[in-house]
């Protein structure tokens, strides 16, 4: 089965999947954009500042997804050493970064007009923090140790600590009285939001997973390639 | 079917993932106070200790029509629908802050019924909707 994910079988299929998306990933921008920015109406209270949920929704919850991912594929790979694992979750970390620093900023941005506040110490916005710090920590792993056996170890550790951390965030606006509201968007039971909006949020939500899959793919790509030339030199 | 080192590889990480979550949950559980980032009226009301002039928060609804302006100060009551408490304040409210809405003072507390803030934040709730829904549930509310 996991024949699969060897490295140059996959190495062509990242490459049709990366020319899929480019070809359709400007269109569904401009879509997201116009619904997002000029389409969608603004919020009764808020006015137009509601408008930065649309990225900042997609974006922490992006930021969460690939935490979950980097934690499962982490743990697998540490107990079956499935060695594609380690350069998977190389490639995702940075975008995962990337995704939550971007929750966190525009959370700030949307926080003084809204609340009168930049940042507010209550949980969820810490949780969001220290979530942060563990994609930092993460990362750090992979550049300052050198040998992959002692980067997964230590890694994997570092992913599974972090890991129990994703169902605070999550719930920390019920366990706790916070500042940030609770989640609008119900697993089950109806939403809190309009149908108006939570359709710009879902096509900007594609526009991100879309993104973080195309930055995942080529830095994949480009870890293969460096793969394939170690070999190369060796040989 | 698992050989005896994924055996032991699988038994430290849960080793492992059950003491941070032991680790995690009495952090969590000694910083509880301290995580709460605002206390609600019924909570001051009741609790018995209660520090007279440390900087604390309190947080509830602006209760409708409690709001009255000075040229020196604004005061309101917030309410959790159970206990009430009256916040003095003098400075800039945020946009958001109104009646019937959300808030949290930042402040002292003079005492049990009197609370002097130094900041105000709004509190936006979990609805998201146009304004002219707004209207339309107004209406069919009356």
Avoid at chain 1, 102 to 113: E, K, N, R, V, Y
Avoid at chain 1, 116 to 127: H, I, N, Q
Avoid at chain 2, 82 to 98: D, K, R
Wanted: hydrophobic letters at 50%; one cysteine or more.
């Amino acid at each position: 089965m996991f024949k699969f994910f060897s490295s140059s079988n996959i190495y062509s299929l990242i490459q049709k999947l990366i020319n899929f998306i480019d070809s359709i990933f400007f269109l569904i921008l401009i879509i997201g954009l116009t619904f997002a920015l000029v389409l969608s109406p603004p919020d009764y209270t808020q006015g137009d500042s509601v408008r930065i949920m649309y990225v900042h929704v997609p974006a922490a919850w992006l930021g969460l997804a690939c935490f979950s991912v980097i934690t499962l594929l982490s743990v697998l790979n540490f107990i079956f050493k499935i060695r594609n694992f380690y350069f998977i979750n190389k490639s995702i970390a940075p975008i995962g970064l990337l995704f939550t620093c971007l929750a966190i900023i525009t959370g700030s941005l949307w926080g003084q007009p809204t609340w009168g506040t930049w940042w507010a110490w209550d949980a969820r916005l810490t949780s969001m923090l220290v979530l942060m710090l563990f994609y930092i920590f993460y990362i750090l792993a992979f550049k300052l140790l050198s040998g992959e056996e002692i980067i997964v170890k230590v890694s994997s550790i570092i992913a599974i600590i972090g890991s129990i951390n994703l169902p605070i965030i999550k719930y920390s606006v019920e366990w706790w009285t916070t500042l940030h509201q609770p989640a609008s968007i119900k697993i089950v039971g109806p939403s809190n939001i309009h149908s108006a909006m939570l359709l710009p949020l879902l096509v900007m939500l594609l526009v991100f997973l879309l993104y973080g899959a195309l930055i995942f793919l080529m830095k994949y790509k480009t870890e293969i390639i460096r793969i394939k030339k170690k070999n190369l030199k060796k040989i | 079917m698992l050989t005896k080192k994924v055996k032991k590889r699988i038994i430290f990480l849960t080793f492992i993932f059950i003491l941070s979550v032991f680790a995690v949950f009495f952090i969590l559980n000694s910083l509880k106070k301290n995580i709460l980032y605002f206390s609600s009226p019924t909570e001051i009301k009741q609790k018995e200790d209660i520090p007279f002039g440390k900087a604390m928060r309190v947080g509830g609804m602006v209760k409708k029509g409690s709001i009255t302006i000075n040229q020196k100060n604004i005061q309101f009551t917030v309410t959790d629908f159970e206990n009430e408490i009256l916040v003095s304040y003098s400075g800039t409210v945020p946009n958001l802050f109104a009646e019937g809405k959300g808030v949290v003072a930042e402040g002292k507390l003079s005492d049990k019924n009197f609370f002097i803030a130094s900041r105000i934040l709004a509190k936006h709730d979990e609805n998201y909707m146009p304004p002219e829904i707004k209207e339309i549930i107004k209406k069919n509310a009356k």
